[in-house]
């Protein structure tokens, strides 16, 4: 059992940078792909980013390519997601998520999600 806390929300403008982080309890955090993905009210949840247990591997949505990256510390069980370049059309709740299967974009392949954390951009 995995569990995830995102902070780092918030209220921006556009062109402003954020950063978003995910906790993870558990002993065995490296073993997990984590991903980001966000949800626009009325719109379905989509893929942002994904990194691989050990963080070799990154893979990101073409909408964030290039503005997001995301990161791992697994000394501190932690997932970031720093974005830069911020646009109205950001605006979303953020999940971070956790799987052993592989490095998906899918959400159905995820197994643990956060609660999720809001960020806004305004224009």
């Known amino acids: 059992q995995v569990q995830l806390v995102e902070s780092g929300g918030g209220l921006v403008q556009a062109g402003d940078s954020l950063r978003l982080s995910c906790l993870a309890s558990g002993r065995t955090f490296s073993v997990y792909a984590m991903g980001w993905f966000r949800q626009a009210p009325g719109l379905e949840r989509e893929f942002v980013a994904a990194?691989?247990?050990?963080?070799?591997?990154?893979y990101y949505s073409d909408s964030v390519k290039g503005r997001f990256t995301i990161s791992r510390d697994n000394a501190k069980n932690t997932v970031y997601l720093q974005m830069s370049s911020l646009k109205p059309e950001d605006t979303a709740v953020y999940y971070c998520a956790a799987t052993r299967r592989g490095v998906p974009n899918v959400s159905t392949w995820y197994d643990y999600w956060g609660q999720g954390t809001q960020v806004t951009v305004s224009s």
């Open positions: 990194i691989s247990g050990k963080g070799g591997t990154s």
